[in-house]
């Protein structure tokens, strides 16, 4: 019912920069949440960057002054801007959103989906 879209991961040197794109579709009454998690090898998926309930952005502390989060909610769709990029952000990209999918046109049914994920290997 929703398909994500990752887009925008790749390979870089650092201190060079990325923007990553995740783009939702599907039966999507309203997007109530997204953001994005990355996942290293050997460590858990933890959040990158997100919306908080008041609609201000949050990130975790490695990441603050470097990354970007934005939103067109015109277009469904979340970015990372992601620059000064260092080796130790080389991980597996994903994003995350909390939908609300039409079953009928008077049901509305919330879940949480996650992209395919994207790799971003920065190489010093």
């Known amino acids: 019912q929703v398909q994500l879209v990752e887009s925008g991961g790749g390979l870089v040197q650092a201190g060079g920069s990325l923007r990553l794109s995740c783009a939702a579709s599907?039966?999507?009454?309203?997007?109530?949440?997204m953001g994005w998690y990355r996942q290293a090898p050997g460590k858990q998926r933890a959040l990158v960057a997100g919306?908080?309930?008041?609609?201000?952005?949050e990130y975790a502390d490695s990441v603050k002054g470097r990354f970007t989060i934005s939103r067109d909610s015109t277009k469904n769709t979340v970015y990372l801007q992601m620059s000064s990029l260092k080796p130790e952000d080389t991980a597996v990209y994903y994003c995350?959103?909390?939908?609300?999918?039409?079953?009928?046109?008077?049901?509305?049914?919330?879940?949480?989906?996650w992209g395919q994920g994207t790799q971003v290997t920065v190489s010093s």
């Open positions: 995350n959103v909390d939908v609300t999918v039409d079953v009928t046109p008077l049901v509305g049914r919330r879940g949480v989906y």
């Open positions: 919306f908080t309930s008041s609609g201000s952005t």
């Open positions: 599907g039966s999507i009454r309203s997007i109530n949440d």
